[in-house]
C-alpha cells in the first residue's frame, strides 16, 4: 500500500504590512468528512473547530497566514509532477507569481449610472458584457492580448495548445449603500459578508482566505484578496490527502473599492491548472482594476 508522509504547516496572521486585519483562519471549505477527526457527524460550525483543533493539537503555531505541505514521497494528490501547494503559494502563504514577461493588455470598458440612479439591484459585467449602462462611473480593467476569449473563458494563445487562463471575470456592484469601512474589516467578518457577493460568487462566502493587501489609486484604496475553495469531498479522489480535508481546487482574485458609498467589485476566477498557466496575468489583471466617477 503506498504511503503518503505529509506534514502541514499553518501559519496565522493577525496583521499585515499593508495595514488592515487579517483573522486567525476559518477554515470550513477543506473538511472531506467531520468523521476523519471526530468519528461523528457534526455541522459546519464544529468541522470549522475540528480542523483548527488538529491543526493546532500537531503543534503548529502562527505568526503569518500560510499552507506549506511536504512530502517524503510523491503525494497521491499531485498531478504533474511535485506538490501542488509548493507550486502554488511562497512559503509566507501568498500565491505564486510565474515567469515575468512583457505582455500586451487590451482594456475591457465599463459605464454605469451612479448608486442613486439603480439603488436597489446588482450591476454587473461578466466578461466585459455589462447588465446596465450609463455614463458617471467608469470602471475599466485590462487583459492580455494572448488571451483568447471563448464561451468557457479565457484561453492563452502563447501557450502549446492554448491552454485555458481563466473561467470568468466578473465585475459587480452592491446594490444599496456601503460605508469604506466595511472593506477594513472584511477579513475579520467573512470575505463573502463583507463584499456582498451575488448568488454566482456564493463559493466565497466559505471559501479560505489566503492573504491580503492594499492598493492606492489616487484618493482611492483598494483591497486585494487572494482566496481559494476546496470540495467538500474528496474521498475516491487522488487528490485525497488523507488527513480528512481536501486540497484547494479553486482560486478567486478579488478586488474591492467603496466610491461614494458604492461597493464595486472584481473577482477573477480559474481553477488549479489554469493558475499554473496564467498566475503572473491573473494577478495584472486584478491590479488593473480601476474605478472613476464622471
Given at each position: ?70 512530502s517524503g514521497n510523491q503525494p497521491a494528490w ?186 464595486y467589485v472584481l473577482a477573477a476566477a480559474c ?14 489583471v486584478r491590479s488593473s482594476f480601476s474605478v472613476?466617477?464622471?
Amino acid at each position: 500500500m503506498r504511503r503518503v508522509f505529509a506534514s502541514i504547516v499553518l501559519l496565522l496572521a493577525c496583521h499585515n504590512s499593508s495595514g488592515f486585519t487579517l483573522p486567525c483562519l476559518e477554515s470550513r471549505a477543506h473538511r472531506s468528512t467531520a468523521h476523519a477527526l471526530q468519528g461523528a457527524s457534526h455541522d459546519e460550525s464544529t468541522e470549522t473547530n475540528s480542523r483548527r483543533s488538529f491543526i493546532l493539537g500537531a503543534g503548529i503555531l502562527s505568526t503569518q497566514l500560510s499552507y506549506v505541505f511536504s512530502s517524503g514521497n510523491q503525494p497521491a494528490w499531485a498531478e504533474d509532477g511535485g506538490d501542488m501547494t509548493k507550486q502554488l503559494f511562497n512559503e509566507d502563504g501568498s500565491l505564486k507569481e510565474g515567469e515575468v514577461e512583457e505582455a500586451k493588455f487590451r482594456t475591457v470598458d465599463i459605464a454605469w449610472a451612479d448608486l442613486s440612479e439603480s439603488e436597489g439591484k446588482y450591476l454587473f459585467s461578466i466578461d466585459g458584457k455589462a447588465s446596465d449602462s450609463g455614463s458617471k462611473v467608469r470602471l475599466s480593467y485590462k487583459v492580455p492580448e494572448k488571451w483568447q476569449q471563448d464561451s468557457d473563458g479565457y484561453y492563452d494563445k502563447s501557450t502549446t495548445g492554448t491552454l485555458k487562463a481563466c473561467e470568468r471575470i466578473t465585475v459587480y456592484r452592491a446594490p444599496f449603500k456601503v460605508n469604506p469601512e466595511q472593506l477594513v474589516k472584511a477579513a475579520t467578518i467573512g470575505i463573502g459578508e463583507a463584499l456582498y457577493v451575488p448568488e454566482d460568487l456564493k463559493i466565497l462566502k466559505k471559501a479560505d482566505l489566503l492573504s491580503g493587501k492594499t492598493r492606492k489609486q489616487g484618493d482611492l484604496m483598494f483591497y486585494d484578496f487572494d482566496m481559494a475553495s476546496a470540495p467538500k469531498e474528496c474521498e475516491m479522489s487522488p487528490e485525497n490527502l488523507g488527513l480528512g480535508f481536501c486540497p484547494f481546487n479553486s482560486i478567486y482574485l478579488i478586488s474591492a473599492v467603496v466610491v461614494d458609498d458604492a461597493l464595486y467589485v472584481l473577482a477573477a476566477a480559474c481553477d488549479k491548472s489554469e493558475w499554473k498557466v496564467a498566475n503572473a496575468d491573473l494577478k495584472r489583471v486584478r491590479s488593473s482594476f480601476s474605478v472613476n466617477l464622471a
